[in-house]
């Protein structure tokens, strides 16, 4: 199956739900067993079949395999955000005494985490430059466990060159954990391109519509069961509701994710051309830095991409951003609605320094009309220019 026609099949079994083509919504936390040894043969295999609510209900294991399908993984679990499978993930794989490289152009987050829990378990990590590619093989060390990629990375949507990390990676026995959310397994297949655990923000574009929050920890099958244990122990399993949400969200997603591509590179270019835009920062452009390793491993973009404005004052962008009618400044992204906002990549660094000479801005491409979109921006510059 392609993934537009595997988006409408997996995790889906209308003959084992009386015919409904969505899944039911189960609200539990007990499950019941008729005797003492289906009891108890249940906590065994605890996924196999429903044992206890936290473990997940039909909808979350149908959202799991679908996800699962999409990623060409082992296995999947959902957990309750993005921010939740990152540290899903990394609590399940580190141990005290190890040490891990992460991406300096991360999502800020995941440095915190990294800065912050991890370095309070005696974890340890060092940030490396995002162009580093093969060469991360000099900064691993005997206990480097994971190494911790993530591309196009978050506000300066800088490529990395995934296989070649890694290939350095796997050579010293690391892991290679990566936050896959921007281009979606529609657009980046993880573990063609050597990953061994890809997780995602479904927040974003699985959910698409700005009303659930749930994240995904897909592996391969040796790291599953760290994985699933550490997700039960930390306790947090999404809701019915959200689990649904999501699965729902999955089914349009490649639709959507066309066209957020699609208005996401035409304001790229527009953007590009405009005398009060420095740098716009899209992969999918030609001139752009990670424009070739893009091409090579990516079979598409998302609606997400930054722009470098002129030497302008904090002022005269509130000025712009302020007045706009249909980019709203909201945190987040992968709706169906258009955002805008300021952001300061320059406090997210520390292997590398981020000083382009203006403001950074971050848009998300919304699915409204394009020509809309322009003559909204076009309006912001005026502002921007004092008119
Ligand atoms: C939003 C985001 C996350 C976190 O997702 P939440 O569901 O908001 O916790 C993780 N990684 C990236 C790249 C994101 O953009």
Redesign the pocket.
Known sequence: MKPDTLLIHAGRDPAAQAGCVNPPVHHASTIVHPTVKALLDSARNPFDGVTYGSFGVPVTFALEDAVNALEGGFRTVAV???????ATALLGLLEAGDHTLVADN??G??RAFATGMLAKFGITTTFYDPAIGGDVAALMRPETRVVFV?SP??LTFEVLDVPAIAAAAHARGATVVM?N??ATPLHFRPFEHGVDVS??????YIGGHSDV???FVTTTEPLHERVRCAATTLGGCPGPDDCYLALRGLRTMAVRLARHQATGIALAQWLARRPEVARVLHPALPGDPGHALWRRDFTGASG?FGLVLGPHGNDAVAAMLDGMRHFALG????GYESLLIPVFPEKNRSATTWAPGGPTLRVHAGLEDVEDLIADLRDGFRRLGGG
């Open positions: 309750r955000s993005g921010k939740g499978a990152i991360v999502y987050p995941t993530e990375g978050s936050d959310t921007w997780l995602q923000a479904g927040t974003k929050m749930i994240g997400l945190y987040s992204w992968g």
